[in-house]
């Protein structure tokens, strides 16, 4: 069964503060994607990651950058955190043209 | 631009009762679709896809969903609902020639009384 783990599932970080997290998916899928969750707004699109060390903009991408040095690994990098920037973060990956597999997300707040 | 609509936010159903939840899409091309769903506390997880074929799809827990491409629709419905079938239900659509992006909707939050 395919895992998708993400390092955190509750994380309280300040204001202006550089935040890291983290994703490992263990069955060698290219894609890589990470979302955020807000109630009424469904998921939307921050970066993605078709292969390693590439990387594309989501829909949101403002606020955010990532990180792929290795297939299993992507991470988000939130540059300096804002209030507007707390919420729910939904790493996924997929084999190519396949549904995504969502690791249980990390809810950040910013305070 | 692409968008997911869902037509309910939130649904709340008595067990037995039959779901139909909305999804439409604005894409016009070829489309793969999905629904996802997330029960409390736990991951997304796949329901079902449709990406050719018989357009009535099969998914797991008895749901299932029917893409009709003239009214660009992909309407999720289960006979008899049960109270473990509470969860957030979210439609998602991928253009075949879009790349890697899937748009998801905002997703429907289903309430199943006992």
């Known amino acids: 069964d395919v895992k998708v783990t993400q390092s955190s599932r509750y994380l309280v970080k300040r204001t202006g503060e550089k935040v890291f997290l983290e994703c490992v998916q263990d069955?060698?899928?290219?894609?890589m994607f990470w979302y955020r969750q807000d109630p009424g707004l469904g998921l939307r699109l921050i970066y993605f990651s078709y292969d390693v060390k590439m990387k594309e903009k989501g829909d949101i991408p403002e606020g955010y950058s990532v990180s792929r040095e290795k297939k299993e690994r992507f991470s988000l990098i939130l540059e300096s955190a804002s209030t507007n920037q707390t919420s729910m973060y939904l790493c996924?990956?997929?084999?190519?043209?396949?549904?995504?597999?969502f690791g249980d997300g990390t809810r950040l707040s910013i305070l | 631009a692409q968008s997911v609509s869902q037509h309910n936010h939130h649904v709340i159903l008595s067990e037995a009762a039959s779901l139909e939840l909305g999804c439409n899409y604005s894409?016009?091309?070829?489309?793969?679709l999905f629904w996802y769903v997330q029960y409390p506390g736990q991951h997304l997880q796949l329901l079902l896809k449709?990406?050719?074929?018989?357009?009535l799809v099969k998914g797991i827990k008895g749901f299932e969903a029917e893409f009709i491409k003239s009214k660009f629709s992909f309407n999720l419905r289960k006979p008899s609902v049960q109270w473990s079938d509470t969860a957030e239900y979210f439609c998602?659509?991928?253009?075949?020639?879009?790349?890697?992006?899937?748009?998801f909707g905002a997703g429907t939050r289903l309430f199943v009384k006992a």
């Open positions: 998602a659509v991928k253009e075949i020639t879009g790349g890697f992006k899937t748009i």
């Open positions: 996924a990956s997929s084999p190519l043209a396949q549904p995504q597999h």
């Open positions: 069955m060698d899928h290219e894609n």
């Open positions: 894409y016009g091309g070829t489309v793969n």
């Open positions: 449709y990406f050719s074929g018989d357009p």
